[in-house]
């Protein structure tokens, strides 16, 4: 029953202003289990183990804990990275850096960036509330973050690659909800999920595109230390 509900308020968040599933993928987040699961077209694709906030559940400012309710994926920031690769003001630095490095603590390999989509939530983009990668991998099973959702480089690197713009993010207090599993073999990309373009039918010179003009965010990112109103 709980998990019908879930589905209907995902169908509603879907039709709001703002919100844009580019596919059928969905994930679910568990604070209780400290798992991700990826789910497409109502069946489970993977379930990856992850850390929350160690400070607890919420969205307010200063108190760096993990926002629950839906959210949305809003950015996706690390295309072709390496595995290990430090960003830095959501920057690759250069440096690459291998799991459990001894006195590190940076985000790395992908960032998945999270817009709220409730008022429970409303702050998590303005936070950097983050799906990342973190070289922390002997923490990861148990609270372990400064409010993002951090996983395992590889974990990361998969789950960005299946997840398109606009995906729908629930964290939940609860344990995952059980699914079916979907048949071995079905696969799910961000790049699937992406309209195709339609085939020039024409041979007329095409007008120049405007230059669009992406809006800044002012940064509130520090590297390997906790910032207030900011998850890591």
């Not at 606009?166 to 609860?174: C, L, N, R």
């Not at 999920?193 to 339609?198: F, I, Y």
């Not at 230059?211 to 109103?229: A, C, F, I, M, R």
Request: charged share 25%; glycine share 8%.
């Amino acid at each position: 029953m709980m998990f019908r509900l879930s589905l209907l308020l995902i169908a509603l968040v879907a039709l709001s202003p703002g919100a844009r599933a580019d596919g059928p993928s969905r994930v679910i987040i568990s604070v209780r289990d400290q798992k991700l699961m990826l789910m497409g077209n109502g069946e489970k694709l993977a379930s990856y183990p992850v850390s929350t906030s160690k400070f607890g559940v919420g969205d307010n400012w200063g108190r760096m804990t993990t926002p629950l309710g839906f959210l949305q994926v809003a950015e996706k920031i690390g295309d072709h990275a390496p595995v290990g690769a430090v960003f830095r003001n959501r920057r690759f630095t250069g440096e690459i850096i291998k799991p459990n490095a001894p006195g590190r603590d940076p985000v790395i390999t992908r960032i998945i960036w999270l817009r709220g989509l409730q008022a429970s939530n409303a702050h998590a983009f303005s936070r950097c509330i983050y799906i990342h990668g973190t070289p922390e991998e002997k923490n990861i099973g148990r609270p372990a973050s400064y409010g993002c959702i951090r996983m395992k480089s590889r974990d990361v690197a998969d789950l960005y690659a299946r997840i398109p713009i606009g995906a729908i993010v629930e964290i939940v207090p609860d344990k995952l909800p059980k699914v079916p599993k979907a048949p071995s073999g079905a696969v799910f990309t961000a790049e699937a999920a992406k309209p195709k373009p339609e085939p020039d039918k024409t041979d007329e010179p095409k007008a120049p595109e405007k230059t669009s003009t992406k809006t800044v965010h002012k940064n509130t990112e520090t590297d390997e230390q906790p910032h207030l109103g900011r998850g890591a």
